[in-house]
Nanobody, 112 residues
Framework: QVQLVESGGGLVQPGGSLRLSCAAS?????MAWYRQAPGKQRELVAR???????NYADSVKGRFTISRDNAKNTVYLQMNSLKPEDTAVYYC?????????WGQGTQVTVSS
């Protein structure tokens, strides 16, 4: 079992920045952020593996940066140049060889 603690959501104006954090209770190979907007399916935002390889959704490339601190078992999502369409609940997701775990979700609202 893995426990996840997310933090960092909130309300920001268009063009602003936020940083999300997700601390896991133990080391995990794959760590990622997903998001789900009202009326839409949950989608992958970015993923990072223990060696540092990253993947991003096309919609966030160049604006969002995923990183991890392996010593702290923590993954971060730095979100810059935020747009109203980035408004969603953001979920931390971690995967081991056999299991997948989700955080409780944190609301990000981009609005003037």
């Amino acid at each position: 079992q893995v426990q996840l603690v997310e933090s960092g959501g909130g309300l920001v104006q268009p063009g602003g920045s936020l940083r999300l954090s997700c601390a896991a209770s133990r080391s995990i190979f794959s760590m990622a952020w997903y998001r789900q907007a009202p009326g839409k399916q949950r989608e992958l935002v970015a993923r990072i593996f223990s060696g540092g390889t990253t993947n991003y959704a096309d919609s966030v490339k160049g604006r969002f940066t995923i990183s991890r601190d392996n010593a702290k078992n923590t993954v971060y999502l730095q979100m810059n140049s935020l747009k109203p369409e980035d408004t969603a609940v953001y979920y931390c997701n971690v995967r081991s060889a056999s299991d997948t775990y989700w955080g409780q979700g944190t609301q990000v609202t981009v609005s003037s």
